[in-house]
């Protein structure tokens, strides 16, 4: 249980242009998702925090115009990199909070390889 | 604020062998702590976890002890295979049931396992 899908894997686009990535709760309702940032042999950066029904909560340092996120149902998040540029490549990773039988948990997305050229 | 410290990698260890990785925290209120692998190319999988203090997280022969008085969740295991080869991620949530709003991670140390 507690399964999040996260597509595309890999995405490839031209500089300036968007690129959506989803992330689905499959069999539980999320409240709450993450979205992390992971550059090459790196942490996990926390980039924003997404509530359904209600806008994200940006961390400090990340542009909340670049990168939109739209958590519309409880089942699918969205983040969306706008007028993307080389330096936005990286490994985007989704995380999911579930109320499980030990206590809330959290499941993760097996994250997107963007590469903007 | 809460942190998470791990031991810089990358671990090179030959199959069988011992694995020890370091991991401490500072943390307000009481945290739950956390162990997170992941393998090349994917996101990341729980491995195990503990809630409270002195409680022993455990799973595929992989174990951690949280320890409220040195501040640490180190990660062991007795015997480790070349499968085990992956980037390991230390961390802990805050609030009543660990659900805090956010997970903080340590840096992540890779483990190579070679035959």
């Known amino acids: 249980g507690a399964v999040v899908s996260q597509h595309p894997s890999r995405v490839i686009c031209k500089s300036g242009t968007s690129v959506k990535i989803e992330c689905r709760s499959l069999d539980f309702q999320a409240t709450t998702m993450f979205w992390y940032r992971q550059f090459p042999k790196k942490s996990l950066m926390l980039m924003a925090t997404s509530n359904e029904g209600s806008k994200a909560t940006y961390e400090q340092g990340v542009e909340k115009d670049k990168f939109l996120i739209n958590h519309a149902s409880l089942t699918l998040s969205t983040l969306t990199v706008t007028s993307a540029h080389p330096e936005d490549s990286s490994f985007y990773i989704c995380s999911a909070r579930f109320l499980g039988t030990g206590g809330y948990g959290y499941t993760f997305g097996s994250g997107t390889r963007l590469t903007v050229v | 604020g809460n942190s998470v410290t791990q031991m810089e990698g990358p671990v090179t260890l030959s199959e069988e062998a011992f694995l020890t990785i370091n991991c401490t925290y500072t943390?307000?209120?009481?945290?739950?702590l956390f162990w997170y692998v992941q393998y090349p190319g994917e996101g990341l999988q729980l491995l195990l976890k503990a809630t409270k203090a002195d409680d022993k997280g455990s799973n595929k022969g992989f174990e951690a002890t949280y320890r409220k008085e040195t501040t640490s969740f180190h990660l062991e295991k007795g015997s480790v295979q070349v499968s085990d080869s992956a980037v390991y991620f230390c961390a802990l949530s805050t609030g009543p049931t660990g659900g805090g709003n956010k997970l903080t991670f340590g840096t992540g140390t890779q483990l190579k396992v070679e035959l």
């Open positions: 943390a307000t209120g009481y945290p739950s």
